[in-house]
């Protein structure tokens, strides 16, 4: 029978990449990344929210790539599958982990999070590395062949 690990959180990063390189030159990058829900308490009747934080790993080039565009408030999807572990802190007690080691990021929002408007004259970085087709014009061939080149609109 098949299985499935996977996870997807949206949230907003808990504070800045860091990220560092094996002695064989891979890339680990590791972020905090707070989700929230909220629920309505029943004896009360009042909104409460409860955030939870994520542990979240990536390698290789989306190391790369996560410490570079990813920093702290920024809002960010990511897809992955969860890693259990174990370890013994310095006072001798065995403590277990829960990691996520993500395998897709996309960046949420515009520039800093801050919105679409945010940083309009600056390109955005896309997984191709192609420019955003607002810089280049409409693609070749992308007309509806009429042959003036006019748009109505």
């Given at each position: 029978m098949a299985s499935v690990n996977k996870?997807?959180?949206i949230g907003n990063c808990g504070r800045d990449p860091e990220v560092r390189y094996t002695p064989t030159g891979t890339a680990?990058?590791?972020v905090s990344v707070a989700t929230s829900s909220r629920r309505k308490d029943r004896s009360s009747g009042e909104s409460i929210e409860e955030t939870q934080w994520h542990?979240?790993?990536f390698y290789e080039r989306l190391a790369e790539i996560a410490g570079?565009?990813?920093k702290k408030g920024r809002p960010v999807y990511i897809e992955g599958r969860l890693k259990?572990?174990?370890?013994?802190?310095?006072d001798g007690v065995e403590r277990n982990t829960v990691d996520i080691i993500a395998e897709q990021m996309q960046l949420l929002g515009g520039r800093d999070?801050?919105?679409d408007e945010a940083g309009a004259g600056e390109e955005r970085p896309s997984r191709s590395g192609q420019r955003?087709?607002?810089?280049e014009g409409p693609p070749a061939g992308d007309h509806d062949g009429d042959g003036d080149g006019d748009i109505p609109f």
């Open positions: 996870v997807i959180l680990i990058c590791n542990r979240v790993t570079e565009y990813l259990y572990g174990k370890y013994t802190d310095k999070g801050q919105g955003a087709a607002s810089k």
